[in-house]
């Protein structure tokens, strides 16, 4: 292991004020659990390793009925798998965490890490791109909020500037009532998904109202779905619209070989597994 100072600074200003002080030589760390093995494999050199653990409220999960649900970056996979009310009103959120890896990950693990480390196998933030999630980052200067969509950048990069820190999510109340989560793992359960679709949809009288979906593991980032979303919107649902929706989503994925399976296995399984999706959310509804 490379050699580095570790800072546990007590509040975000400090914490900011140490960011602004090390600069690129710093790097940020929740529960260890992605950073440590990045250090072990020389990917990432910081000489400063400064620890968000004990800044008061990071971890922290609210809700109210106007906003929906905060959830602090520190908090970790088991804790939103765990919440009541998680569990009672954002059941795709309970049954996405409940997924991520092994409860020793699950334990250690937090939500800022998941997302601020940008790997496109990664299950939360397609899950919560289809419930319309947002985020706020902040630095010494101010902070900005996005949707979250737009904080995947490109392969295992963000939005995130030099200097800044996620300091929020925000889910808000659950619109369109049917859900689905799917990850595809052929080779292990606890592995990272071949392809992951989340799907958010509600109908009336048998035509899509509105639909929304994020996919993992089938590009250089997390894909929000928006033609595929398209395809479906105001469409009587039977199996043809389904295809449709599956086949127009494989054109917006950029899969890639891996022993995970081919570019275009994947690519298939895209087709499968959206209509499955959709199926499984009209289920729901019913
Ligand atoms: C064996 C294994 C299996 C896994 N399987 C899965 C899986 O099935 N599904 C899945 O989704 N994930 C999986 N993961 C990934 C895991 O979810 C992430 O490692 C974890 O969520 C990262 O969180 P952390 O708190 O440990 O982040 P850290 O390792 O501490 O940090 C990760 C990155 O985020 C940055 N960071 C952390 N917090 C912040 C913040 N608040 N603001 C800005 N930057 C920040 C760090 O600087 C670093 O770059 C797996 C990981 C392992 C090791």
Redesign the pocket.
């Known amino acids: 292991m490379i050699k580095f100072d570790y800072l546990e600074p007590e509040s975000l200003d400090e914490t900011f004020e140490l960011l602004d002080q090390h600069g690129d030589s710093a ?12 250090m072990r494999q020389r990917l ?1 050199m910081p000489k400063v390793v400064i620890s ?1 653990a004990r800044i008061p409220n ?1 971890d922290t999960i609210t809700f109210n009925e106007h906003d929906g649900l905060c959830i602090g ?2 908090a ?2 088991r804790d939103i798998e765990l919440s009541p009310i998680v569990k009672q009103r954002y059941p795709l959120l309970h049954e996405t965490f409940r ?4 409860p020793r ?1 699950r334990n ?7 997302l ?2 940008g ?1 496109p ?4 933030g397609a899950s919560l791109i289809a419930l319309d999630a947002e985020i706020t980052l902040a630095n010494s200067q101010g902070q900005r909020s996005m949707p979250l969509e737009e904080f995947f950048v490109d392969y295992y990069q963000t939005a ?1 500037n030099s200097g ?4 929020e999510i925000r889910v808000p109340p659950p619109e369109r009532p049917g859900w689905s989560h799917i ?1 595809f793992t052929p080779r292990s359960i ?4 071949t392809v992951g679709v989340a799907l958010t949809l509600r109908t009336k009288d048998g035509t899509c109202e509105d639909v929304r979906i994020g996919l993992n593991s089938v590009a250089p980032t997390i894909v929000h779905a928006k033609q595929a979303e398209r395809a479906l919107l105001g469409k009587a649902i039977n199996d043809a619209a389904l295809r449709n929706m599956g086949e127009v989503a494989a054109t917006e994925v950029d899969p890639m070989d891996d022993n995970r399976g081919s570019a275009d296995y994947k690519r298939e399984m895209v087709k499968v597994l959206m209509r499955r999706a959709a199926q499984e959310a009209l289920e729901r509804l019913a």
């Open positions: 790097r940020v760390i929740a529960g260890g659990t992605s950073l440590i093995i990045w990432l968000v990071f970056p520190g970790r996979h997924k991520v890896a092994q990950i250690m693990g937090t939500i800022g890490g998941n601020a480390g790997d196998l990664t299950d939360p995130l800044e820190l996620l300091t990850k606890e592995d990272f998904a």
